[in-house]
Each structure stands twice: as structure tokens, then as C-alpha cells.
């Protein structure tokens, strides 16, 4: 709760590659704050079912997503977003990460405490 992994710059569009590198387990890849489409699956074209805005992909073991997303406001250096495995039993146990959007120029800051507020 109190890291951040990186930035995403506000105004700016990203490609995330997302890969499934856990033997014999699927996962279910979701994104707070903004949603995405699926650019490719292992570099080929998606499925139909794939079209269209995501705010979770289904990451079969072995496979690599590139997901195209852009962070268009909500710039705070210090609140962050998560992006977690959807599976309950893998949320639970910490499969997740947190990124903030900042402003042009600008880094990740620090999570507020909550004593602070
Ligand atoms: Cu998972």
C-alpha cells in the first residue's frame, strides 16, 4: 500500500507489455483509472472477444499482451492507481502493483500517509 512502482506521465499514451510468466496459472490482468484495448496477443492480430475497451484481460500462462492506454487526467503524484491479478485468491496475497500520473516533468512522489488526512 505505501510503494509505487512507476509514473505515467498525464496527457501521454503507453503500451504495456504484459506477460504471464507463472507455470501452470492463468491471471487475470486489471488496470485502475484508465481502460485499454489489447494491441496484440504474442504479437499476433487479438480475437474478436478481444476488441473493444478493457479494464481486464485474461492472461493465459505463457502469454504476452501488449495493451495501449492513455492517462488523460487525474495527475497526483501522491495517490496512487493499482493494477492487480483479478483472481481473489491472487489479489489477496499481493499480486499487485500501484503507479501514479503526474505531470509533465514530474515523479512519483510519496503515498500519503493516512495520519495525514
Ligand atoms: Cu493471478
Known sequence: ??????????????????????????????????????????GRVPPPELAGWKDTVWLPEGETFRLIMRFEDYADPDTPYMFHCHMLRHEDEGMMGQFVVVAPGDSAGEVASPHRH
Open 1 to 42: 500500500m505505501a510503494r509505487i512502482d512507476f509514473a505515467a506521465t498525464v496527457g501521454t499514451t503507453e503500451i504495456w507489455e504484459v506477460t504471464n510468466t507463472e507455470g501452470g496459472t492463468h491471471h487475470s490482468f486489471h488496470v485502475h483509472d484508465v481502460q485499454f484495448q489489447v494491441l496484440d496477443v504474442a
